[in-house]
């Protein structure tokens, strides 16, 4: 009996794995901003191609149903249900092994997909076992009770992760929405102006500001990623001196439209005297504690605002937050409905 019960255990396991990872990756799939998936990265590389709607269907859809009735068959006793079982783990099992090597070929890892796809191969392998030998899980009332609250469990978790994520506002944020001005809509804009991405947002972004001039408080807050984008410390110093010396949105944009290789703190400070600054006195900013300081609690704000695998671009656009690389249509409609929720 136990090695039996050991066998519907791992399918019963391999199930929830299937489900909830299935869950997760429809919940990224269909919303605005991913919840699960860092944005920029294999998840990102996958949704976005042509695998990741077929026929317009999102791929993780077919997944949540296969692995929905591969639940139900594994609670249920008779031949019929075993060869159906095998038949069904089994293609899941053959598509598991070439979603696996698409991802080898693009270049790209999605560890979603993967658990996914090696959860249909785990029970492809079990399915096959399991008609071959001819066992069934253990009856009882109980023991179906229990496997079936836990695979819908599984399934509810990453939908209700999702929820929870959509309506919670971070207290950094919740404080900066504070001072919104009635009828208005505050924008939180964490930004590197070096990140590709920050700045095809902001390219889409500008116009839907300039149309809403007035009814729009843009609050930026500057995280340059160092590690990856070397000029992008200079351009945040050259922003929160453009802020300290009155022209803060026309450094900002003036710095998203320089060429990343201009950057430089040289470049940055030809940008400020275009704009009409003080030289001397940008120079003494860009040099200054107080600067190296406001980048610092910016940087916190950005930790405390963020869960694991958040990045940038990040955006509060009211209390609906945007991550990854937006397109104008999205912007709008978010912009819109924060706005209306403003005026309401």
């Known amino acids: ?6 066998r519907s255990a791992l399918v019963l396991l391999a199930t929830a794995v299937g489900l909830a990872t299935s869950g997760a990756l429809f919940v990224d ?43 139900m068959l594994a609670l249920s006793r008779g031949s019929r249900v075993r060869q159906l079982n095998m038949l069904i783990a089994g293609a899941g099992g053959v598509g598991g092994l070439v979603l696996l090597a698409l991802q080898a070929a693009m270049g790209h890892f999605c560890p979603y997909c993967a658990a996914v796809d090696v959860s249909f191969i785990v029970l ?11 066992w069934d899980p253990v009856p009882g ?15 509810v978790a990453p939908f209700g992760w999702a929820h929870f994520q959509s309506t919670r506002v971070p207290r950094v944020i919740a404080e900066e929405l504070a001072h919104s001005p009635p009828g208005a809509v505050t924008i939180v804009d964490f930004v590197d102006y070096e990140c590709p991405f920050c700045r095809q947002t902001q390219e889409k972004l500008a116009p839907l500001l300039a149309a809403q001039k007035g009814r729009v408080h843009v609050v930026r807050r500057l995280v340059p990623l160092t590690r990856i984008h070397p000029h992008a410390l200079a351009a945040a110093k050259a922003a929160c001196c453009g802020e300290e010396l009155g022209k803060g949105e026309a450094m900002s944009d003036a710095l998203f439209q320089t060429k990343v290789e201009d950057l430089t703190p040289e470049g940055c400070a030809r940008v400020a005297e275009s704009l009409g600054l003080p030289l001397d ?8 504690a107080e600067t190296d300081a406001r980048l610092a609690r910016d940087r916190h704000e950005f930790d405390q605002a963020t869960v694991k695998g958040d990045g940038l671009p990040l955006l509060w656009i009211g209390r609906y937050k945007l991550m990854g690389a937006q397109d104008e249509a999205t912007l709008a409609e978010t912009l819109g409905e924060a706005l209306a929720r403003a005026g309401s």
Not at 42 to 69: K, M, N, Q, T, W
Not at 141 to 155: K, Y
Not at 281 to 288: F, I, K, L, Q, T
């Open 1 to 6: 009996m136990r090695p039996h019960v050991a």
């Open 29 to 71: 799939y269909t919303r605005r901003a991913p919840v699960f998936c860092g944005d920029g990265g294999g998840c990102d590389a996958l949704r976005e191609s042509v695998y990741g709607h077929p026929f317009g269907v999102p791929l993780p859809f077919p997944g949540i149903v296969a692995f929905f009735v591969l639940g």
């Open 124 to 134: 492809g392998v079990l399915g096959v076992l399991r008609n071959r030998a001819g």
């Open 141 to 155: 009332r109980t023991t179906s009770v229990i496997a079936s609250a836990g695979l819908a469990a599984s399934l």
């Open 281 to 288: 006195r940008y120079r003494a900013c860009v040099d200054s």
